[in-house]
């Protein structure tokens, strides 16, 4: 997984609550990103970060919220979470300029009931 | 124009056959597309990718077939294995957009 964690692996919570999960990377590259992975749908875009403190919106960042302090870490918040958030949640890096493959993590199970 | 679209979802081919997954665009500028291998439990990690001016990429057994006037681009897997059982998920780029833009994903199965 090129040296990118996830924390927690696998969450449930209820409808509601804020949940935050956490990504962190080795690699030292500039741009980060969060995908949810959904039967049917595919990845898709949740937010992305092109560097500290700098982030945008995805395709689908409606509820969702994101911070980035340091190069290493990149942070997903549910600001509360709804049954439609229940998902696999993959947080990716890439540094544009050097190489155009994306690493992945391992991967974050939410469950909202 | 920013949507790539794979097909099958999902596939099942018999130990020692070809499979074949297909993507198609829209967005004449996109430059690269690789192809993603994803197993249970796992993140995706890029199989194999191709640029534009080339019609065929090789890599062991498996190979992306490009066609550009068609805008579509595939993935064949000769000889496919038990242990190529995953999902594969077709994607392109732009160089000067930094995001990618994903299929669907196909969800292959090889029966012993």
């Known amino acids: 997984d090129a040296g990118i964690t996830q924390s927690p692996r696998h969450k449930v919570t209820e409808t509601g609550t804020p949940v935050t999960l956490r990504c962190h990377q080795t690699e030292n590259h500039r741009y980060m990103y969060w995908y949810r992975q959904d039967p049917g749908h595919g990845l898709r875009l949740i937010h992305y970060s092109y560097g500290v403190k700098d982030t945008d919106k995805g395709e689908v960042s409606d509820g969702y919220s994101v911070s980035r302090s340091k190069t290493e870490d990149f942070l997903l918040t549910l600001e509360s979470a709804t049954s439609s958030q229940t998902s696999v949640y993959f947080c990716?890096?890439?540094?544009?300029?050097?190489?155009?493959?994306?690493?992945f993590g391992p991967g974050t199970r939410l469950t909202v009931t | 124009q920013q949507q790539v679209k794979q097909s099958p979802q999902s596939l099942i081919v018999q130990k020692g056959g070809i499979s074949i997954i297909n993507c198609a665009y829209e967005n004449t500028a996109f430059d690269y597309f690789p192809w993603y291998q994803q197993f249970p439990g796992k993140g995706p990690a890029l199989l194999i990718a191709?640029?534009?001016d080339v019609s065929e990429k090789k890599e062991g057994r498996f190979t992306i077939s490009f066609n550009k006037s068609a805008k579509q681009f595939s993935l064949h897997i000769m000889d496919s294995q038990p242990g190529d059982s995953a999902t594969y998920i077709c994607a392109a780029r732009r160089d000067s957009n930094y995001q990618l833009i994903w299929g669907a994903g196909t969800k292959l199965i090889i029966k012993p």
């Open positions: 191709i640029r534009p």
């Open positions: 990716a890096t890439d540094s544009p300029g050097t190489a155009l493959e994306q690493y």
